[in-house]
């Protein structure tokens, strides 16, 4: 049988092959963008992404949070600490955080040694950080704690839902911060449910007696805190709904003026 003759189309596939066998390095070959063989335009693809499961139900809870009511004694950890006061508070918290690993290690090396020449060492009560909730607690009860940071993040929101009740019973004076990694970051931990300052440097004391005067006025004596009930926000597409029917009634109301 004859060979059926080459289309336009087989030519130029096989004089494709030719110019590539030629010179391999340099081919020439079209681009197709498809649909009009452009760039396409950027387009918001986070609807199509698969989110891990911790992203979502950390996102299904901030809307539940917006749409019921939240009770005061919960919706209080929302209101946190703005950025400037955040950042003041936490200036000073970060000189008096523990001694790491290493750090504990020469002190300790230090005193053996001193010991060992029968010196006498410098035994002075060292100033940092408490934190561990159980730990907080019990210095919050004693009133040995002068200033506690609790972290608006917690989950079970149980764990410290009742400790600024106990702040404000026992006097002492509270905050929420953002992030419980932040807190964690000043005592050398992942997270940290809440910090406590028990004792403040004469350098220091100024600036914490301002810190600590703003800090009671705006959480142990603000008393709409345990007033305000949280959420009861609707959805954009029941707002519009309502906004809908809310100027059909006014259209109502004119055209029954007007005859």
């Known amino acids: 049988m004859p060979k059926a003759p080459k289309t336009s189309k087989a030519k130029k596939q096989q004089k494709r092959v030719a110019d590539r066998k030629k010179n391999p390095l340099f081919v020439k070959e079209a681009k197709n963008f498809r649909i009009g063989n452009d760039v396409q335009p950027k387009r918001d693809l986070s609807r199509y992404v698969r989110w891990p499961r911790y992203i979502l139900l950390h996102r299904q809870k901030k809307i539940l949070l917006q749409r019921i009511k939240v009770p005061a004694a919960?919706?209080?950890?929302?209101?946190?600490?703005?950025?400037?006061?955040?950042s003041k508070v936490l200036s000073l918290l970060r000189k008096?955080?523990?001694?790491?690993?290493?750090?504990?290690?020469?002190?300790?090396t230090k005193l053996a040694d001193q010991k060992a020449q029968a010196q006498k060492g410098e035994s002075k009560k060292v100033q940092v950080l408490k934190f561990g909730l159980n730990h907080v607690t019990t210095l919050v009860e004693t009133k040995k704690a002068k200033l506690v940071l609790i972290a608006y993040d917690v989950d079970p929101i149980e764990l410290v839902v009742w400790l600024p009740q106990l702040c404000r019973r026992q006097e002492v004076p509270f905050?929420?911060?953002k992030n419980k990694a932040r807190l964690g970051a000043l005592v050398h931990q992942k997270t940290a449910t809440c910090v406590a300052l028990t004792d403040v440097r004469k350098e220091d004391q100024a600036e914490f007696d301002n810190l600590a005067r703003d800090l009671r006025q705006h959480y142990n004596e603000n008393h709409e805190l345990l007033r305000t009930i949280g959420g009861g926000q609707v959805g954009i597409k029941s707002r519009h709904q309502q906004e809908a029917i809310k100027k059909a009634f006014e259209l109502e109301e004119l055209k029954k003026t007007s005859q």
Request: overall charge positive; proline content about 3%; hydrophobic content about 20%.
């Open 74 to 86: 919960i919706h209080q950890f929302s209101r946190t600490l703005d950025k400037n006061q955040s």
């Open 96 to 108: 008096y955080s523990p001694e790491t690993k290493t750090e504990k290690k020469q002190r300790l």
């Open 175 to 177: 905050c929420f911060i």
